[in-house]
Each structure stands twice: as C-alpha cells, then as structure tokens.
C-alpha cells in the first residue's frame, strides 16, 4: 500500500530482562520517549494502536492492553485500537497507524508495541508460542511438522518443543531443507550471527552486547540442529513507539531531517503447500510497487532473523539476492557495517532481542535513526531509503503475516 505518512518522533526502552518493571511501566518510557523526541505534548494525539501479543498469556491481562497503558499515562477519549497479530504485531500496528494518516483521517497518531516474556514461570512464555499456529487445524503442530519434514526430507526430532519454542523445531527443518537445496553451512549461520553480535554491541538499548565469533557461535550449546543457542533470537522484554504525523502536519511543525513512510504492506500467506508461494515476497514486492522502487535501492534493512538461518532466507525472498545465494550475500560482507547492504545494524532480534510486539515498531526506529543520521557508534554512511520486514505465526509452511514497510529521508 503506497503511504504518505511522516515520523515524528521515535522512542524505545533498552531490551531484556525486565522482572522489575510492568508493561505499563515498559510501554510509558517508549511512548514519553517518542512524544519528547517530537516535541510534543500527549494531548495532541488523536489516535493509538497498541500492539501486544502474549500479556493475555503471560500477564493475564486480556482485551484492553492499550487502554490500561495509555490510562496509567493521563491519555484518555482518543480510539484505541489493540493490535494482535503474533510477532507482526507491533508491524502491523505502525501500518494500519500509517493508513490512517495517508487516508487523511488522522493528523498525529502513536504506533506502540510493548511485551512482556520474562517471567517467574517459565512455560507461560513457551504457552504464548506455542499458541502462534492454527490449534483447531487436526494434527496441529505434528501436522506442521511433518509437512516440513517431508518438504526437508529430514526427520522430525523425538523432544519437539521440549525445553524449548516449538518454533525452533521449525526453524530446524526449514533450515535442513534450505541446506540441502542450495548448499548454505552451520558455518554460514554462524556468520549471521557473529555479524549481529557486532552491531548488538554498538547498540546500548541492545539485549545482547558482546561481539562472537564464528567459532564461538558454533561452539555455544545445541538447541537443535543445526541451531546453536546464539542462532536463535531470545526471549526478552520492552517496547518501542513511533509519532505518526501526516504531510500537512510535517510542513506545520517544521519537521527537520523527516523520513517519510513510502509503502508499507501487510500480508498473509495463500498456498502454504508450494514453496514458491512465499508470504515474504508478497509483502515485499508489494512495497516495491508501491514505492516505486527496487531491492538496489535500499540502503538498509531491519529484517525479522528469528534465527541465524532465517535472515540468509529473508535475503533470498525480499530479492536482496537471488534465490539460493544468500549464503555468499554474508560470506562477501555485504550485510555488514561499512558493507554495501547493512542488515540489521541493530544487532537484530538475535543480539537486540525479541520481545514479540516490541519488534515491529523497534526495526522502525532503528531506520530512523540510520536515516536522520543519529545512530552514532553503528552510523552507516548515505542512508537514504530503509526497509523493515517482520513476520509473525505459522500456518502451513508459511508466515501468517508479514508486513514490509519502506522509509525514505526527504530533502
């Protein structure tokens, strides 16, 4: 969907353990952060999507996470729409915010996703996981499961999900398959990670800020194979926010440096038996169209590395590569720092961490900051347009949602 929307203000908590802190407490700091970093009082928004994917899970608290949020911060009267949409969330809340704006219906807007996984139990972090599939659909995961497996040729492990997010079983075998189909190595993994580790470290807000190396990525314990504990994204608390504000608001308040939203795309998958038919290339080239632009002209991306493997397939499907090549895209240098295509100079979800509808909004903010020339330590030279790509759930053998949004800096 083309967009004419501008960011005004960006805010985000560090990422990580947060036992001693509330989700009100969380989302508050990320939104008083983006309406300071706008110069703006909260009075003047007129509409809020809140995302959050697991409080009703984790926290017990259902239905009305945004209002509870926005109430304990004196904001009141404005829609509140809560947004739920499994690790998309927090992606989908800043795109529906951004068509409201370009519809014209809105003229400041907050865009918030906040979680909370930490807790004294465990299992209630697992249960919110495993819940991100179809449950109705007979065989469930197993049923998922042995669609991979038969896609991979490779065979289901006897703990599924035991001390562990099912998710990484999929992961296993989607990785296994891509292995045996175009080459990519436990080595190449192991490079992902390493690289991410390194922007993970020149990130303070980052969850994770020691630099690895290959060699100790592959030497960290096993999660499943091929997957090393340091190839799989944690599970963390936090919350980022974006002041949303249309053109005519931009030009009123003199917006310095702006970046504009150019498209962003919301999508679910259509036919999750065939491999080609992939929700990730949909939203992308979608925001392509939209924007009037192609992969060579980006600058840089924030995309959703759930695990290390996951991102050298995310190469693959957003068209960064060609299929099948996405392992010589991170053996080249490329998605690194000072490398033509940065890749998650945020350290990612691998380094920053995961806190599921936190995610979103939080790639949104680190292109801003690439953009706007603020990202200090990890600053990449000539940023111009930026692409954000989160995926959330599992239906078949696919994403249930993926959004793909595309930011430019004007002037």
Known sequence: MKMNAYIAGIGMTSFGNHLDKTLKALAGEAIQAALDDAGMDKSLLQAAWMANAAASVVQGQVMIPGEVVLRSMGIGRIPVINVENACASGATAFQQACAMVSAGLYDVVLACGSEKLFHEDRVRAMGAFAGAIDVEEEGGTLKILEMLSLAAKEPIATDVGVNRSVFMDIYSLMTRKHMKKYGSTKEHFAMVSAKNSFHGSLNPLAQFQKVLTVEEVLASRTIIEPLTLTMCSPIGDGAAAVILVSERKARELGLRN??????????????????????????????????????????????????????????????LCRPGEGAKLIESGATRIGGRLPVNTSGGLLRKGHPIAATGCAQIVELTKQLQGRAERRQIEHARIGMAHNAGGLIGMDAASTVVTILRREG
């Open 258 to 319: 702006p970046v504009r939203v150019m498209a962003s795309a919301l999508a679910t998958g259509w036919d999750w038996e065939h491999e080609n038919d992939n929700v990730g290339t949909l939203a992308s080239d979608l925001a392509y169209e939209a924007a009037g632009i192609g992969p060579q002209d980006i600058s840089c991306v924030e995309l959703h590395d759930a695990s290390a493997p996951s991102e050298i397939m995310a190469y693959e499907y957003l068209g």
